[in-house]
């Protein structure tokens, strides 16, 4: 496809002598922006500025020319030519990358933390993938003013916002510190994020024993667990495939048995129907408790619409329960609730809901759990 393009614009230079010597300046251009690339690779800063002032002879009113002149004068040591070039470049637009950053840094010199902050938000909605640029990040919210001005950029829910909340299960600790911080500081000043958004964080915290920063930044940022300390009580997420985080509701797989979540006037209802001769998991989520003593309830029906003591809960601090409690049910409310205490040697815990042998259907509803005082 590419080779008959050019082929085509070969044949129709030809034909229009004007369009051939705007083309062969083209392609000119285009080559001395591939040359100038290759030496940077090549760790020839000086080759790079001669081609780049070539650049901004052939093509001086292109932002790119002037952002090369600027960026291979700063990587030979002229500092004043570089800033002189990067006015050009800004003046002619701030589409470059490379011209936000520079900027970005020279605030940041300038102690000009409004700018900075412009600058950055600015370059990470250009650029989302430098997110992952330890470098660039450290200038972007390596001070707390920076990570203050961040945070009041990050509350106007910018397009770079899932990334910068999501790329953190191979970051290094101090990102995801410095992460965490502008969450919190988002939270004091009344922007949530969410669960989902900042349930991946949360999650990578936990898995580096970090468990009090978790519980800070869940407690901050998931205002529905002070409801209930299970994300999503009312199963509007627990479908297979949407478990975001050990942190949401999972489903283990089993093939004995069949469960789907199905709308209903009260919330959403977990139908599970298991062929099983024994107990089996089929609802489970990693909770942050503090040390001290739970009430779980929940309410189940069979398929006759009966209550149901199929249902079993377990509370443990590895993936699978030890042991499974019934629990007891208020014959007034018909509320099943079965009362657990938090090892405060556990850094976190699993809850998990069972299902007991036995025939038909069960429909498991208005979940929750609260501290018992």
Not at 71 to 94: F, H, I, K, N, P
Not at 130 to 155: C, F, H, K, S
Not at 241 to 262: C, E, H, K
Request: hydrophobic letters at 40%; a negative charge.
């Amino acid at each position: 496809m590419a080779l008959a393009a050019y082929s085509g614009l070969d044949r129709f230079a030809a034909e229009h002598p004007t369009f051939a010597n705007r083309y062969a300046e083209a392609l000119m251009v285009q080559g001395l922006q591939v040359a100038i690339r290759n030496a940077e690779l090549d760790g020839k800063p000086a080759e790079a500025l001669r081609l780049a002032k070539l650049h901004i002879d052939r093509d001086p009113m292109e932002p790119e020319s002037a952002e090369l002149l600027g960026r291979y004068r700063l990587a030979t040591g002229d500092t004043s030519g570089a800033e002189a070039a990067m006015l050009v470049a800004g003046g002619q637009g701030w589409r470059r990358p490379f011209t936000q950053l520079y900027w970005m840094a020279r605030a940041i010199e300038l102690q000009d933390d409004r700018v900075a902050t412009l600058r950055a938000d600015a370059l990470l909605r250009q650029s989302p993938d430098l997110i992952d640029n330890p470098q660039v990040m450290a200038m972007i919210d390596g001070t707390e003013q920076a990570r203050e001005g961040l945070a009041a950029r990050a509350a106007l829910n910018p397009p770079w916002l899932p990334t910068y909340l999501k790329n953190v299960e191979t970051a290094p600790l101090d990102q995801v510190v410095r992460r965490m911080d502008v969450l919190l500081r988002m939270a004091r000043n009344g922007h949530i994020a969410g669960c989902e958004q900042t349930g991946v964080m949360v999650q990578r915290l936990v898995l580096i024993n970090a468990t009090n920063e978790a519980r800070a930044l869940r407690n901050a940022q998931c205002p529905e667990l002070a409801r209930s300390m299970v994300f999503d009580p009312a199963f509007k997420t627990a479908e297979q495939g949407r478990n975001f985080t050990l942190l949401a509701w999972q489903l283990p797989q089993n093939s004995d048995v069949t469960q789907y979540i199905r709308p209903d006037s009260s919330g959403n209802v977990l139908e599970v129907e298991s062929s099983s001769p024994a107990i089996v998991n089929v609802l489970q989520q990693m909770v942050l408790p503090v040390s001290g003593r739970y009430r779980v309830q929940w309410r189940a029906l069979d398929s006759d619409g009966h209550d149901s003591a199929r249902v079993r809960i377990g509370w443990s601090c590895g993936h699978q329960p030890d042991s499974w409690y019934a629990g007891s049910m208020d014959p007034r409310s018909h509320v099943w609730s079965s009362d657990v205490t938090v090892d405060p040697q556990c850094p976190f815990n699993w809850i998990s809901l069972a299902l007991a042998p036995g025939q038909g259907s069960v429909s498991i509803r208005a979940f929750g759990v609260s501290k018992v005082n």
